[in-house]
């Protein structure tokens, strides 16, 4: 099983401010195979960011994902108030299909 | 527009047994594999299960296996979760996606609680 950890656990930052959220995975990940979905109180996951640097139909564009093999990033170029929320990294190319523990972003 | 609407969640005794179902629209569903996804409250995700969009390749997580069996009903658009011997530990709000291994999960239904308590 691939494990995805999630640094930091939290992130408290204001708005305005650029946040950078990393995922590193126990073993190398197809960057076409890796993910990253926001998740609100009360909402189901919302899909981010595919294919690593892909964005999903009507995500803005200061969201933006990079990386490869076994290290992944998610930046929020300047943050809206609407950006506060959790963020889990995802591999979905091997069985069994794994999340980050989730990275939550809070406002200073 | 795509939609995934579940249902069958509630309170069940531990040992007890539950049926959820996600009924699908907006989309070819037997093109597509489906995954059930659970979150635990105050916790993160968890694929439980995944079923392919003819329905006889599946998968569970180790946490599950022998206890959860996933299908579909391709006429019906809907996949269902049979989830036996319910335990403490799967107390979570249960979450139907679309996609599944090399499918990315782009759609999500809003959820059904299942708690399982004397």
């Known amino acids: 099983e691939i494990v995805l950890t999630q640094s930091p656990g939290t992130l408290s930052l204001s708005p305005g401010e650029r946040a950078t959220l990393s995922c590193r995975a126990s073993q190398s990940v197809s960057s076409s195979y890796f993910a990253w979905y926001q998740q609100k109180p009360g909402q189901a996951p919302r899909l981010l960011m595919y294919?690593?640097?892909s964005r999903a139909t009507g995500v803005p564009d200061r969201f933006s994902g990079s990386g490869s093999g076994t290290d992944f990033t998610l930046t929020i170029s300047r943050l809206e108030p609407e950006d506060f929320a959790v963020y889990y990294c995802?591999?979905?190319?091997?069985?069994?299909?794994?999340f980050g523990q989730g990275t939550r972003l809070e406002m200073k | 527009e795509v939609q995934l609407v579940e249902s069958g969640g509630g309170l069940v005794q531990p040992g007890g047994s539950l049926r959820l179902s996600c009924v699908a629209s907006?989309?070819?569903?037997?093109?597509?594999?489906m995954s059930w996804v659970r979150q635990a409250p105050g916790k993160g995700l968890e694929r439980v299960s995944g079923?392919?969009?003819?329905?006889?390749?599946?998968s569970y997580a180790d946490s599950v296996r022998g206890r959860f069996t996933v299908s579909r009903d391709n006429s019906k658009n809907t996949v269902y979760l049979q989830m036996n011997s319910l335990r403490a530990e799967d107390t979570a709000i249960y979450y139907c996606?679309?996609?599944?291994?090399?499918?990315?999960?782009?759609?999500w239904g809003q959820g059904t609680l299942v708690t399982v308590s004397s």
């Open positions: 996606a679309r996609g599944g291994v090399g499918v990315i999960s782009d759609y």
């Open positions: 079923i392919g969009g003819s329905g006889t390749a599946t």
């Open positions: 294919g690593t640097s």
């Open positions: 995802q591999q979905f190319g091997t069985s069994p299909i794994t």
């Open positions: 907006g989309f070819t569903f037997n093109s597509y594999s």
